[in-house]
């Protein structure tokens, strides 16, 4: 079975960095594309950086200047390193992966992070 697992949440002060980190387990298989997601409450899920197999990156307006996301396929791992944290920024933060092949597409999603960034 395939599983990811985010980690690194946690409450901070505007301005402050979190780096969060997902695991992918029980496969061996490389994701087309990985990407974070968040949901604030009372709001629909807003995708925050994706980056594909390829390397190509990909942020939200919002995020862009003060998160980097990076990956590292051998150990199947996302990393999203968040800098200059705003009030805003205050979701749950999930993991998510995209595999490709010739049956169809799937989507795998972890259980999700709290970030809280306070005032």
């Known amino acids: 079975q395939v599983q990811l697992e985010e980690s690194g949440g946690g409450l901070v002060q505007t301005g402050g960095s979190l780096r969060l980190s997902c695991a992918a387990s029980?496969?061996?298989?490389?994701?087309?594309?990985m990407g974070w997601y968040r949901q604030a409450p009372g709001k629909q899920r807003e995708l925050v950086a994706s980056?594909?197999?390829?390397?190509?990156?990909n942020y939200a307006d919002s995020v862009k200047g003060r998160f980097i996301v990076a990956r590292v396929h051998v150990k199947n791992t996302l990393y999203l390193q968040m800098n200059s944290l705003k009030p805003e920024d205050t979701a749950v933060y999930f993991c998510?992966?995209?595999?490709?092949?010739?049956?169809?597409?799937?989507?795998?999603w972890g259980q999700g992070t709290q970030v809280t960034v306070s005032l």
């Open positions: 998510n992966g995209v595999r490709r092949d010739l049956t169809g597409e799937y989507d795998y």
């Open positions: 029980g496969s061996i298989f490389r994701f087309n594309t």
């Open positions: 980056v594909t197999s390829g390397g190509t990156t």
